[in-house]
């Protein structure tokens, strides 16, 4: 016979006292409790006991069914190659809307260092090298390795598409062999922000970006079943990046997994310290010759890139930022049709300022180009990249996704109306809920009272006001169960009864609710649902469906965990209205805890952003960021968003552009301007109200 945990032993043995203690007070005449005689105490205490045991049992049962099955593993390993294939093969490497050049006319030289397998690591990965044959991809050299690979390169010289080339290649290897690793693209910056053990931090990772669930992960990485593709070395913190090199070695040591790294050539040669890899693969820049001829052939053509031509003749620094894959995009495009009087300016521009001025002209060119759908001027466009740029720049984040803003996103000046917002929403909807549900009685009294204990003393207030945690899982934590019980006793207490049986009251329905947000909440996937792409925002709309869901199961239990309690009290009639107002009130409080209260920081967060001028309005921003997409400025990736290039990312972060007024902005001139006709509109609006509150208490 399976072992009943000691937690149960000990809940039923409390659910024993508190029916004792029940069946004493209504023999001794307790008016709420008269019909609770011995006999129903028995029978009432055995109820108790079989549902706490069964729920014991249905636990254990579902822990031991925790690790999937062989088909849930498999369905597990195609949905996540799905995902890894949308998100960074099929919508961004193979999107039509980001290839700006043939790359099979302009083939990327590359060099190999390979090392002894007597040397721990390369200390020099640039010497020596060899040249590999045109031809050869990526995915031969690795296979070569032995599963480890180190890629280099100049600020755009392609590091990024060579590194996902590999993982279309990879992937296929995968598809074709159940027992090949899964390739796994991630971005390293956001290591900097947490400093965690590598295999942590994969984890939370796969969560964020792939919508993976924590356990699943955690299996992957600890049965070695991921090949990480790391792009962004030299973008985590310098502060850090050596702790990152040993944090990467460190996984790396563990039974020799599959690795590659990409990085720049200088960030990575100025740390001390050197990855564990033994082989390196240094991309060239294009050559001269190349450039010309790519150029010469457009002109064939017809299209008109003379202009362009004529500068590069004559600028040598010029030529040699042609040479990397990404300035001769941009040039392309920000000089394409131009003559070349006005190209021959970044000629007599210093070669400091060079890149500078590429991409300024670059941006107003592609604001300026027509079919492209737009929500906002240009200097309106430039100015809520830019803000983006310094927050994605100062937290050393190379991807961007909605559900990451936080209340610190805020400049300092709004963060008190931000944390003052939330506060009133609460209590303009707890007051507007105990007002419809009980009037202006005691009662309504009472229960305000109530919730003023339950906002200081459950943590509710931190949680509400600090940082942002989407519910997209409905998981529970055991600490929360002394709360849960203690906010349920408050709300269900009798106060009219007295204190010994309302205290019986509220603690035998706690405890009872308390159990069952534990069974509920100690449920998690071990299967990955059947979708391939990820939308934006998507982590704050299932959190607040999880809300929702939460709030109304909650509220209907406190309605009718009330009535039945109380039946005997307030009538069949009494108990309704009763149970109500409990029901909803409760419901709320379920819904802030797991769920509701994320997505109103959230959205509370983003309109406080608006105002302070640092984004478009909420409703508009989604809308916002696509067209930047289609603007060649920012790149889709599943959920979220990243900049075409780092190097943009650092042109935006460096323009300081004073934002156009909004006439929507609650700024203090707009306030005093219309304060009659806002006044007006409140007084109007509490005036419908009181009509039709008038109205339903006729009826």
Same mark, same amino acid.
């Given at each position: 016979m399976r072992r009943l945990p000691r937690a149960t032993w000990i809940a039923i043995v409390v659910a024993g006292i508190f029916t004792m203690l029940g069946s004493v007070m209504g023999n001794i005449g307790a008016t709420a409790l008269t019909w609770l005689s011995p006999q129903v105490a028995l029978v009432l205490f055995v109820l108790i006991s079989l549902s706490l045991i069964g729920i014991s049992l249905w636990q254990e049962r579902q822990k031991a069914a925790a690790e999937p099955s062989a088909a849930d593993a498999r369905q597990n390993r195609q949905i996540m190659l799905g995902r890894v294939q949308n998100k960074w093969i099929t919508s961004f490497l193979e999107n039509p809307l980001y290839q700006s050049y043939d790359e099979q006319l302009l083939p990327l030289p590359l060099r190999e260092r390979v090392g002894s397998r007597f040397d721990l690591v390369l200390s020099n990965p640039l010497e020596p090298t060899q040249t590999l044959p045109s031809g050869t991809t990526l995915a031969q050299v690795f296979d070569q390795t032995g599963g480890e690979l180190l890629i280099l390169g100049e600020p755009g010289a392609g590091k990024t598409t060579l590194l996902l080339e590999l993982a279309r290649d990879l992937l296929k290897q995968a598809q074709d062999n159940p027992m090949a690793p899964m390739p796994v693209v991630l971005m390293l910056s956001s290591w900097a922000t947490r400093n965690l053990p590598l295999e942590q931090w994969i984890a939370e990772e796969l969560k964020v970006k792939y919508d993976i669930p924590s356990p699943i992960g955690k299996a992957w990485v600890k049965a070695n079943?991921?090949? %990480?593709?790391?792009?962004?070395?030299?973008?985590?913190?310098?502060?850090?990046?050596?702790?990152?090199?040993?944090?990467?070695?460190?996984?790396?040591?563990?039974?020799?997994?599959?690795?590659?790294?990409?990085?720049?050539?200088?960030?990575?040669?100025?740390?001390? @310290? =050197?990855?564990?890899?033994?082989?390196?693969?240094?991309?060239?820049? %294009?050559?001269?010759?190349?450039?010309?001829?790519? %150029?010469?052939?457009? &002109?064939?053509?017809?299209?008109?890139?003379?202009?362009?031509?004529?500068?590069?003749?004559?600028?040598?620094?010029?030529?040699?930022?042609?040479?990397?894959?990404?300035?001769?995009?941009?040039?392309?495009?920000?000089?394409?049709?131009?003559?070349?009087?006005?190209?021959?300016?970044?000629?007599? &521009?210093?070669?400091?300022?060079?890149?500078?001025?590429?991409?300024?002209?670059?941006?107003?060119?592609?604001?300026?180009?027509? @079919?492209? =759908?737009?929500?906002?001027?240009?200097?309106?466009?430039?100015?809520?990249? @830019?803000?983006?740029?310094?927050?994605?720049? &100062?937290?050393?984040? $190379?991807?961007?996704?909605?559900?990451?803003?936080?209340?610190?996103?805020?400049?300092?000046?709004? $963060?008190?109306?931000?944390?003052? $917002?939330?506060?009133? %929403?609460? /209590?303009?909807?707890?007051?507007?809920?105990?007002?419809? $549900?009980?009037g202006l009685g005691s009662d309504f009294l009472v229960m305000l009272g109530v919730w003023l204990l339950v906002w200081l003393f459950s943590g509710l207030s931190d949680r509400l006001t600090t940082g942002i945690e989407p519910a997209e899982a409905l998981t529970w934590s055991r600490k929360w169960l002394a709360v849960v019980g203690l906010v349920v006793g408050l709300v269900i207490w009798d106060w009219q009864t007295g204190l010994g049986v309302g205290l019986f009251t509220g603690l035998t329905y706690g405890l009872l609710v308390g159990l069952g947000v534990g069974l509920f909440g100690g449920l998690s996937r071990k299967q990955l649902t059947e979708r391939s792409m990820l939308s934006p925002n998507e982590g704050i709309r299932r959190s607040l469906k999880n809300g929702l869901f939460i709030g109304l199961l909650g509220g209907l239990g406190f309605w009718l965990g009330k009535g039945l309690l109380g039946w005997p009290a307030y009538g069949r009639l009494g108990w309704l209205g009763t149970g109500l107002g409990t029901g909803l009130f409760g419901g709320l409080g379920a819904g802030l805890f797991f769920g509701l209260g994320a997505a109103m920081q959230h959205?509370?967060?983003?309109?406080?952003? /608006?105002?302070?001028?640092?984004?478009?309005?909420?409703?508009?921003?989604?809308?916002?960021?696509?067209?930047?997409?289609?603007?060649?400025?920012? =790149?889709?990736?599943?959920? @979220?968003?990243?900049?075409r290039h780092r190097l943009l990312q650092d042109y935006f972060a460096s323009l300081d552009i004073v934002p156009p007024h909004d006439p929507l902005s609650l700024t203090f001139e707009n306030i005093t301007t219309h304060a009659a006709t806002i006044i007006e509109l409140t007084s109007q609006a509490v005036k419908i109200i009181e009509d039709l509150l008038d109205h339903l208490r006729f009826w």
């Open positions: 079943q991921l090949l %990480l593709l790391l792009d962004g070395l030299d973008e985590v913190a310098p502060s850090v990046l050596p702790a990152c090199i040993d944090a990467i070695n460190a996984y790396y040591h563990q039974t020799h997994r599959s690795l590659v790294v990409c990085s720049r050539t200088k960030e990575f040669l100025d740390q001390p @310290g =050197r990855l564990a890899l033994h082989t390196a693969v240094i991309v060239q820049p %294009l050559s001269f010759e190349q450039v010309g001829a790519y %150029l010469d052939g457009l &002109a064939a053509k017809g299209e008109d890139v003379e202009g362009l031509k004529h500068a590069l003749d004559q600028s040598e620094a010029l030529r040699a930022l042609a040479t990397t894959p990404l300035f001769l995009t941009v040039l392309i495009l920000a000089y394409h049709g131009k003559p070349a009087q006005e190209v021959l300016a970044l000629v007599k &521009a210093a070669p400091t300022d060079q890149q500078h001025l590429i991409f300024h002209d670059y941006v107003e060119r592609i604001l300026r180009r027509e @079919g492209i =759908r737009i929500h906002a001027p240009a200097q309106q466009t430039k100015h809520w990249l @830019g803000w983006l740029a310094r927050e994605m720049t &100062a937290r050393h984040q $190379s991807e961007f996704y909605l559900e990451q803003f936080q209340p610190y996103w805020l400049p300092e000046w709004q $963060s008190a109306f931000y944390q003052w $917002s939330i506060g009133l %929403l609460v /209590w303009l909807g707890v007051g507007l809920l105990l007002w419809l $549900s009980y959205y509370t967060l983003r309109f406080w952003l /608006w105002q302070a001028r640092c984004t478009p309005a909420p409703w508009r921003y989604v809308a916002f960021l696509d067209d930047a997409v289609e603007q060649l400025l920012l =790149r889709k990736v599943g959920g @979220g968003y990243i900049f």
